[in-house]
């Protein structure tokens, strides 16, 4: 018996990046202050002109619509009907499409097979067979639709893999290009790849900007190798200044970014490199802020965060990090100025003490040594990728 080659299944989206920006359209970042779902659902309906799309596509339009549906100036009666609609379909789709063999199964058997809550057959039913359920039910149930339908597929899709290698060979390319025209005396250097980048952050949201935050952290792009604790960081600074200016514009970046640094400088203090790494990511912390470019890092909402972050964990360099913040705004240290003071107390009790001030000077050198553009382009660019693509899960979802 002869295997047969599967035949690959057309889709209306050219690549996973644009799947990947429609995601972000109909599931908004709590940081996003632009709600979109109106412009994802009309790429929906235009892809839908090109023939059938994945049961949980269509149903996330649906439910998105419902949601949008849901104003003030609408009526109980047909925001009722709107969510109705969306969640019976949704079910409809899903398990119709579950089925196998000739034999049907019912409803109840299908949704335990592919982990559909049970509540969701019951609202089906009652939906088209019996009284519409109440108002507030159905919002419940159309929120529990679309988180059921995030788990299940949105958040397989591209996650990690392509966008983040895409991502990974940007930055990787952008300080291979950047170190060679330093190296040469002149300026600028990897600007294509900057703006490349940017657009995948923008187009992709989250999953770029996570991507793009943890090869720049946690592979240790920005931090020099062989770094020792006290040496400066103006180099760094010098290397990598354009390509995060070039990407601050993104919410989802800087969110992802000061999250991502905070968390460095919240371990406890040890000797060795990871002292090292977190004096580094303090530095460019407190660069970042000072920076014009950094002006949006810098935001009330965003520094009351950090110093929320940097006083729960209590250690050398997140109380450092609190107290430079708190000194540079009156109306936060009137908040947490008694907090921090607590904090430091605690930290003297259990003996982890600051092991003395850094160079955080953030000029430009006038000169950079041939040995600090070694330290920076050295790093574990091989096993980047596979690092990368560590969490992406490849389960497929019982749909088609």
């Known amino acids: 018996m002869s295997l047969s080659t599967p035949t690959p299944t057309p889709t209306p989206w050219r690549s996973p990046a644009l799947l ?57 009666l047909s925001i009722g009907a709107a969510y109705g609609s969306a969640c019976a379909r949704f079910v409809t789709a899903l398990l ?54 995030w788990e299940r597929y949105w958040r397989r899709v591209g996650e990690g893999r392509e966008v983040g290698e895409e991502v990974a060979a940007l930055v990787r390319r952008y300080k291979r290009e950047r170190v060679g025209v330093v190296r ?16 995948l952050v923008r187009e992709c949201g989250d999953v770029a900007a996570r991507a793009v935050v943890r090869v720049l952290v946690m592979e240790r792009f920005m931090v020099p190798a062989g770094r020792r604790l006290g040496d400066g960081m103006r180099t760094a600074f010098f290397l990598w200044d354009d390509f995060l200016r070039l990407q601050s514009g993104s919410l989802a970046f800087r969110a992802c970014l000061m999250d991502r640094l905070v968390a460095g400088i919240c371990v406890p203090a040890e000797e060795g490199s990871v002292e090292t790494t977190c004096e580094a990511l303090y530095l460019w912390i407190c660069h970042i802020l000072g920076q014009e470019w950094g002006r949006e890092f810098a935001g009330e909402e965003a520094l009351d965060v950090v110093v929320k972050k940097c006083l729960f964990c209590r250690s050398t360099w997140g109380l450092r990090l609190a107290e430079e913040i708190l000194g540079e705004n009156p109306k936060l240290a009137q908040e947490y100025g008694e907090m921090l003071e607590e904090a430091k107390a605690f930290l003297m009790d259990v003996g982890d003490v600051n092991s003395g001030d850094a160079d955080d000077s953030s000029s430009l050198p006038s000169e950079i040594g041939e040995e600090e553009l070694r330290l920076l382009q050295e790093g574990d660019d091989e096993d980047l990728l596979t690092q990368l693509t560590r969490t992406w899960s490849p389960e497929p979802v019982d749909m088609e």
């Open 96 to 149: 119709d499409g579950a089925q196998r063999g000739r034999a049907r199964q019912s409803m109840r058997s299908l949704a335990a097979k592919v982990g559909l809550p049970e509540e969701f057959v019951r609202v089906r039913h009652a939906v088209i067979h019996d009284a519409m359920p109440a108002l507030e039910e159905l919002r419940r149930v159309a929120r529990e639709a679309l988180a059921w339908i």
């Open 20 to 76: 990947l920006a429609l995601r972000a359209q109909l599931y908004p970042s709590p940081h996003s202050t632009l709600d979109e779902r109106h412009q994802g659902i009309a790429t929906i309906q235009s892809w839908r002109a090109h023939g059938p799309l994945p049961p949980p596509l269509e149903a996330t339009a649906q439910l998105a619509d419902a949601q949008l549906h849901d104003t003030p100036a609408a009526s109980a």
């Open 184 to 199: 040469g005396g002149g300026s600028g250097g990897g600007e294509e790849a900057g703006r490349r980048c940017r657009k």
